[in-house]
């Protein structure tokens, strides 16, 4: 089991900035947003509280940090919106720090449950299982949700 703060921030350091930056679209915020995790993380430690799965304790705190955060929060669209027209899903090796800014124009007018959804559904490749964990969600309404955005999203580009 990890316990060791600098373990568990060598394995999921990345991922929590990229769940961070993609909601954000700001490196910088999503730097302080991950920084903040470690912290709330470490304080957890200290306090000797047992936190049985560490990956999802840490991305339910990111999603948590950033839902707070509630401002001019944009996100990758472009690629999303190609995901959604051909029903694809996101290629591992996407370089997730180069997102197009078509992609922060579509997902901009979504509401803050909707946009953190399909981030972690799409740029994050997480199965409903895992996301209905983290945003404390029942699977049915995550579904509900995603597919409504995507109308949304599609409903948009035909508008342009």
């Avoid at 600098?6 to 900035?17: D, G, S, T």
């Avoid at 690629?79 to 996407?94: C, H, P, Q, T």
């Avoid at 996301?131 to 949700?145: N, R, W």
Wanted: a neutral charge.
């Amino acid at each position: 089991m990890i316990e060791n703060l600098k373990e568990v921030y060598l394995l999921y350091h990345k991922n929590i900035l990229a769940l961070s930056y993609h909601y954000i679209g700001n490196v910088q915020e999503a730097e302080e947003i991950t920084q903040e995790v470690f912290v709330k993380y470490s304080k957890v430690l200290r306090s000797n509280d047992e936190i049985p799965h560490i990956k999802a304790w840490l991305y339910r705190v990111t999603i948590n940090l950033c839902l707070d955060q509630k401002r001019h929060y944009k996100v990758a669209i472009k690629y999303v919106k190609n995901l959604i027209s051909r029903g694809e899903v996101v290629d591992n090796a996407y370089n997730k720090f180069e997102l197009n800014e078509t992609i922060k124009e579509l997902l901009k007018d979504l509401d803050e449950k909707s946009k953190m959804i399909l981030i972690l559904r799409y740029l994050e490749d997480m199965d409903y299982g895992q996301i209905s964990e983290l945003m404390d969600t029942p699977i049915g309404t995550l579904k509900s949700i995603c597919n409504r955005a995507k109308l949304k999203i599609k409903k948009d580009m035909r508008d342009e």
